[in-house]
């Protein structure tokens, strides 16, 4: 079983840039995939971004791609967000996921409690 921490959120201004963490606990965290999700006011949770255990292959919704970059250090058990060019509609509730079982297309069995990113207009 893995417990995951986000970090990172905050406010800014569209075209900002912001860096979401996700620490893990437990020594293995290195045989999760790891993925981003969020979910803005009234809407529906959905994916962001996932990576696999080895950081090998990563995967971007397509409201994301080219502006948002997921990463990994094993050694920190941590994964990352590097969000740029940040917009309004990227305002959400930014949740991490992992799973031990699936791929990075889920479905993810761990959940963080998620941390807050808003971009002002």
């Known amino acids: 079983q893995v417990q995951l921490l986000e970090s990172g959120g905050g406010l800014v201004q569209a075209g900002a840039s912001l860096r979401l963490s996700c620490a893990a606990s437990?020594?293995?965290?290195?045989?999760?995939?790891m993925g981003w999700f969020r979910q803005a006011p009234g809407k529906e949770r959905e994916f962001v971004a996932g990576?696999?255990?080895?950081?090998?292959?990563?995967n971007y919704a397509d409201s994301v791609r080219g502006r948002f970059t997921i990463s990994r250090d094993n050694a920190k058990n941590t994964v990352y967000l590097q969000m740029n060019s940040l917009k309004p509609e990227d305002t959400a509730v930014y949740y991490c996921?992992?799973?031990?079982?699936?791929?990075?297309?889920?479905?993810?069995?761990?959940w963080g409690q998620g941390t807050q990113v808003t971009v002002s207009s």
């Open positions: 996921a992992a799973t031990y079982t699936y791929g990075i297309d889920g479905p993810y069995e761990y």
């Open positions: 437990g020594r293995t965290f290195r045989h999760y995939n």
């Open positions: 990576i696999t255990w080895s950081g090998g292959s990563t």
